[in-house]
């Protein structure tokens, strides 16, 4: 059982507000990733990093940013949150081949 | 780049029935294939892996077959339960290194709801 997680669990904020997702892994896995799960459930990788010090962005342009301080946390920043930012947030870290994921965030901005 | 098509969902069915799910890829190297179960407000489960051609993953009851020659990786179980409802994605990962930085490409999942 892979040891990743998520808070909050759910979130409802207004518009402008700024959030941070937060992510930890007590498995000190270097690789960890960002998915964003539409409300069609497709899955969209929007950062990864390599581990400390190291972030780039995924497939999917995202307004949101990231920071990898250490090892084990990656949060996600929305700096000013928007409708269009509404969607589920997953987390992930990375061992060999196979990638471990937390229980995700829903957000919904209204 | 990289791609992975599921069939079209939702697939609705009665409990002890057989279940396909199809799945195929299209990728320029050799990715390892997997199939990842989401079950309602949580995250994705691992739910079987194959990493090179004619590997069958199996776990839970469901097994896959790496099929290199129909880039195919079909998710089939003899006898589903109520129990297995859920979202299952078909994705693929290129090893990590190059340009590939290891990310999970996935299908765009199947809803599979079984009756009692």
């Known amino acids: ?110 | 780049g990289d791609s992975v098509t599921q069939m079209e969902g939702p697939v609705t069915l009665s409990e002890e029935a057989f279940l396909t799910i199809n799945c195929t890829y299209t990728a320029t190297g050799y990715p390892s294939l997997f199939w990842y179960v989401q079950y309602p407000g949580e995250g994705l489960q691992l739910l079987l892996k194959a990493t090179k051609a004619d590997d069958k993953g199996s776990n839970k009851g469901f097994e896959a077959t790496y099929r290199k020659e129909t880039t195919s990786f079909h998710l089939e179980k003899g006898s589903v339960q109520v129990s297995d409802s859920a979202v299952y994605f078909c994705a693929l990962s290129e090893r990590a290194g190059g340009t590939s930085y290891g990310k999970l490409t996935f299908g765009q999942g199947t809803i599979l709801t079984v009756h009692p």
């Open chain 1, 1 to 110: 059982e892979a040891d990743i997680y998520q808070t909050p669990r759910y979130l409802v904020i207004g518009t402008g507000k700024k959030i941070t997702l937060e992510c930890s892994q007590t498995m000190g896995h270097d690789k960890m990733y960002w998915y964003q799960q539409d409300p069609g459930m497709e899955l969209h990788l929007i950062h990864y990093s390599y581990g400390v010090n190291s972030t780039e962005k995924g497939d999917l342009s995202s307004e949101s940013t990231v920071s990898r301080i250490r090892t084990e946390h990656f949060p996600l920043t929305l700096e000013s949150a928007r409708p269009s930012h509404t969607s589920q947030y997953l987390c992930a870290s990375r061992l060999g081949d196979e990638q471990y994921f937390g229980p995700g965030t829903r957000l919904t901005v209204t």
